[in-house]
């Protein structure tokens, strides 16, 4: 047994204890930042100087800004219009392996269209793509990098999702899983570029379209609600001097909103984003969001919304949508998530069959121009032993 | 013949598969057929034509039986719809049939494909140098069983019209002939049994009438009730029944007991009266009794004998009984032709001979016992069947026991004693001719061969001696327990209907392997005019249906050559 | 063409037998006790009867039972786009190679992703006609399958189309040759006459129906 359970029996209750002590810790601070919250909850304007007072000090911050709702507003979901149409789009990737007999790369997007109470059978996209052989090969690196195929796969994802959701009768929307913006941690800062300004033009496509792009992030694990309110705790005089210099424990922002969206459907005001790249695609694409409870009477389940600032202008469209991502969600039942978004991970998504299926084309097309292959390196030889024996 | 026709053919009367079975004990045989088209004395020959052997027995047992007792037990009429309970009834019940194993033969060649070999072949099984054989091996398993065909029983019991074969009847599913050989049938004594009612007489007639057409025996009958010589009535049908002598008049010779005898109104072609000096004191003594005769009676006899030789019966007979005359001392003393003074004389009881004389009466009174008969009609009877005709001897009035018991065993003791002697004359090489087999018909025989007298009569001397003498027996009786076992075990062939008693069943199947079959088939024989043939002079045992004896059976025999009977009867009977 | 009906296309097999699967919207045509064939090449093709329809169920599918109203959209898509599979099970009952049919099991059996056509009624009549109808004891093998479920309808199939081909004594002979191979098994014989009766019984009423319309 490659695990010693004795030394991990010794170090267990010291764990519990720490454990104890950080749970305590979180809530005596989320109460100090309800405190604020409670308090700050109306003067928009004020707080808004605040955090533009902030920024100049620190030119890093990364907070949410409220818009023109209340800081602990709820709006119940309203009624779904008779028609709606839905897109939704998801990628995945063959990531290129040194253990494999030949390196290659390949970008699976899919994606499923319903046109909401129309009756008609919904419609799969899928396409994939064989990322050319030069781009896999590189000449420095030598193989392509997992974090430069996830970043062409999220582009990707983002320019399907325009182009498929073109033609979709109004009103639409479409989303994708996860924040809309790119994160990536690139090694190259001008590859990144060059991918930032084709996701202009892609958000551009979605806003002629007047299609309503929205990110869906199910298990928000964000702050920036939170970092709002530590902004202003350490500039009101009220709380500056009870309120610690430093977080003790990290807390998040669907914590706060808790005790806020308490009805199912609920959704939280609309924030945007203060950060440094904020105002990156212009202010119309900046990106906004809010929170909702997509749960049950029984089971409060929070999801965080993300759409672009041109779609959160006008409240109906915020309406709209929080309407038809309670729908969606209500279809899955006991697990709320929105159908659409689960349905275009299943279509994207490559199974192991298909993978070793790709690749063995692969290696009888080089075989077929004698082109060198090489055999799977030895570690990659035993996992398949140990995927097939298990089996 | 092409191959599909070949494998057809056998088909078509194909009634089962063998299944199991062993030598000592019967075949097994799963029918192929419903139950209901066989039956219990079927005649049926297992085997196939390319086999080594046929096998030929008789069914004497149907079993219902079930591929799983369930499928018996479950009314499947109720649980499926009528096509599939069949197909299921089918596969899944059957009757099971036991076979007797009895002959086994050859096969000879295929008749259609070599017809002249098959005739060749045929007759050589007619005349025995291939005879069928004593099974001694067994069938294969899955050897297709059938009902014999004419041809097989013909193979088996022999030709009609061909030798000395002659139809006794026919099977009962298919009414195939069956015969018998007379030859052998009179080579030793026979039997023909069946309770009252079965056809015993007819049967009779019908074998007399075959035996007389075959010209080979002389036959004489001791025709007790007028059955056989003179035409009759059935007592039952009110038919008119024909006579021998009105089929043969110039071949049977009608014989009257008693000097002014008539038969049924006629006269007979002459009498018979018996001699006083041809009775022995033996004839006398197989009537005990009859005449309720004492132990002491062979004494006297004897002392008769002794005393008077030949004549002891006319002088016994004169003797005056409970005479007395008055003595030298005046004392009444017996009367000198008194039996009592016979009997002192030679020194016998004189109260026992005086009994004897007195039972006797009845003999002495007897009209056809004369002193001296007007002609000597033994001589003449025996002289008839030397010349190839045969005796009818009717007992006219006299249709007492008594006088059936003396009347035939006196003349079957002189007839026989003349057999024996010309026998001993042919073999003692004196250029004597060979004496004419001879045939002794006698109805109700238990009366004469009874355990008590069965010691005493010629009668079962024939029966014992076999053909010693060129004399046998045929006898004709309802109670065959009553007849001495040694007798029975002698009888050659045993021809019986329905025995309701199983005393008479055992006592006709003694001495026989199969017994057990034999009797259950026996006892479930038709009430009338069927017949179990059994014994020696039958190769197998089989079960027939009589040969009716009517208009149609003497044209038959009659014109034997020119109307050869037709395999198809429908239009017997019809005048064309 | 119309008298080949492709119903799917073939998941795993073994000798005595094989799954294919097809889509939910394909599953009109496959029916239990149908028989179908699959082409191996010009040469050979393997026979069999289905035997098992399974429509599969998955993480989502689960999940949207739990729905208190599931969304007509979603329901669609499910049965048209998703690729829950149907599985479908043929047993193997012989092949034919080159023309001749055997009811030996396939030498070979098929292979993944082969072509499963449902037979035609020419097809039926050939298969089940040829030989002793040994094929059936296939059938009958495994009693783990609804076996007299599954050869009333196979019997129903086949004998219609005997009948129409001219061939009505076709379906005595195999209900001879079933009650030969199972009539050592009482209580299956019973249940799978039981099951036969029931398709007379149907038929019976339709010749009454038929004759009542003149
Ligand atoms: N072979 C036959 N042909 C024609 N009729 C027959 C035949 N056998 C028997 N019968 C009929 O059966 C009746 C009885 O037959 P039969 O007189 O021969 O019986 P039985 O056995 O001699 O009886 P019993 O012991 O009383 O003398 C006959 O009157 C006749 O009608
Ligand atoms: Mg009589």
Redesign the interface.
Known sequence: MPVNLVEIQKSLSSFADQAKTHFEQEAIYLRELEQVLTSYADPLDQIRSVVGREVDTNARLRCAVPTDEAINTAIPVGQLPERVALLAADGSQINPSRHARVPFCVINIGA?E???G???????YQESQLLDYDRTTLPDTGLISEGRVALARDLAERQKLADWSAELPQPAIAMIDGPLELYRDVQQATEFERIAWQFQAVLEQFRRNNVFLLGYVDKPGSDLLVSLLEVIARQDKAFQSSFPKDRPVRVVDTALFKDILTAPGDRSAVFSVSSPTSGKFGNDQQVHFFFMNVGSEDFQHLARVEVPAWVAGDKANIALIQAALW?QT??????PYP?LL??SH?VAVVSLDEHRRVEEMIVSEFLRHHIPVGSPSQKQAVKDLMQDGGK | MTDQQRSNTPKTDQIGIITGGSLKNNLQARLTVPSHEVQEGAFVVAGGEKDRWLFYGLITDLRLEAHDPRYAQEDLGRRLSPRLAGLLRAQTLYTSAEITNTLMMEPGPDPLEDPEGYETWFQSVLTESVPPQPAKTVPLHHAPVRLARAEDIALIFGKEGEKAFFRLGDTLEQGHPVCVNLDRLVQRSAGIFGATGTGKSFLTRVILAGLIQHDKTAVLIFDMHNEYGPDDIASDTGLHVPGLKGKFPTKVRMVGLGRNATIRGARPDYTLEVAEADITPEDVLLLAQELNLRDTTATTLDALRASFHGTWFSEFKKMRTNAFVPGDDGKLEPAPDSVQAWAESVGVHGSAAEALHSKLRRLFNAPYIVEQPAANALQQMIDNLDNGQHVVLSFGDYETDLDYLFVSNLLTRRIREVWEKRTNDFRGGKGAPEPRPLVIAVEEAHKLLNREMASQTSFSTIAREMRKYYVTLLIIDQRPSQIYDEVMSQLGTRITGWLGDSDDIAAVLTGLASRDALRGMLARLQPKEEVLMLGWGVPMPIVIRSRRYDNVFWEELLQPKTSSRKTNTVFDGLDF | MADHIEIGRLLRSETTGFVFGCKLDQIDSPSFGALVRVRMDDHYQIFGLIYDIQVQDDGLVRQLITSDTLANEAWLDTRGNRTVPVEIGVLALGYMLDGQVSHLLPPRPPLSLDEIFLCTPAEIAAFTGAGRMGYLRHVLRDQDKPVEELLAAHLKQARDVQSAAGNPAWFEAALEEVIALLKDDYPTLMRVLGAVDELELARDRQSELNGRLG
Do not use: A, C
């Open positions: 499923v319903m046109l909401r129309s009756g008609q059978m919904p419609k799969v729908d209500r279809i899955m039942g006991t697990k159908y689960h349905r299943e």
